[in-house]
């Protein structure tokens, strides 16, 4: 069965304050690693997909690495709105058409100005 | 930006009544997914769907559940009898390719009284 954990659960960040986020997995045959952003109310938003250990994306203030346990995102000189929940979610290679997404807990980052 | 939309945004139902979730997924998408979040807890997969029919299905979509695509632009879920652990929002999510990001609605909250 696919896993996927979260940390830390909560993040409490400064305005300008680098730090990490981490997600590990456990999956058969990884298909596709994805980040997103998820705001209070409303759906997650994609982020990044990595598909190969090795592999990393940046987009503004985050960058998402991968390897073949864990992925990472990378939050440089955050600002308030970029306070969200952040969620890790895994595709099983072996999943046939469907490819079913396997959630993590997510990450809750604040950002305090 | 084209955008995966879900009505209502919340709907509240006495217990053992039925209920349908409306989905309208971005227009040239063919794969469709529900998933659920009970508060507090994972996002986690209910169903796909491809080519007019159910792909996969977890074991929380068992007989109460059902979902249809009645036209080409509306994907439904229909939860009969609903139980008080109902409860939960509710995503609809597509995608134009399998291994492609899954794009999300913004849910429907669903209470069940």
């Known amino acids: 069965e696919d896993q996927v954990t979260q940390s830390p659960e909560a993040l409490r960040l400064q305005e300008g304050e680098s730090s990490s986020l981490n997600c590990s997995y456990t999956?058969?045959?990884?298909?596709?690693l994805f980040w997103y952003r998820q705001d209070p109310g409303k759906g997650p938003e994609f982020l990044f997909t990595l598909y190969s250990a090795g592999e990393e994306k940046e987009k503004e203030r985050l960058k998402a690495t991968l390897t073949k346990k864990e992925s990472f995102l990378h939050i440089t000189a955050p600002k308030p709105e970029d306070s969200a929940t952040y969620l890790c979610a895994v595709q099983d290679g072996r999943g046939g058409s469907n490819y079913k997404l396997t959630f993590g807990k997510g990450t809750l980052l604040t950002v305090n100005p | 930006e084209p955008e995966v939309t879900q009505t209502p945004s919340h709907q509240v139902t006495q217990m053992g009544q039925e209920v349908i979730l409306r989905c309208v997924p971005i227009?040239?998408?063919?794969?469709f997914y529900w998933y659920r979040q009970i508060l507090g807890q994972k996002v986690e997969f209910l169903v796909s769907f491809y080519n007019n029919e159910i792909s996969e299905k977890s074991e929380i979509f068992d007989d109460q559940f059902s979902v249809e695509r009645p036209d080409g632009s509306n994907f439904t879920l229909k939860i009969r009898s609903t139980k008080l652990e109902d409860s939960a929002m509710y995503f609809c999510?597509?995608?134009?390719?399998?291994?492609?990001?899954?794009?999300f609605g913004d849910g429907t909250r669903l209470s069940i009284l």
């Open positions: 999956v058969s045959g990884l298909r596709g």
């Open positions: 999510a597509s995608t134009g390719s399998s291994g492609q990001p899954q794009h």
């Open positions: 227009s040239n998408h063919l794969y």
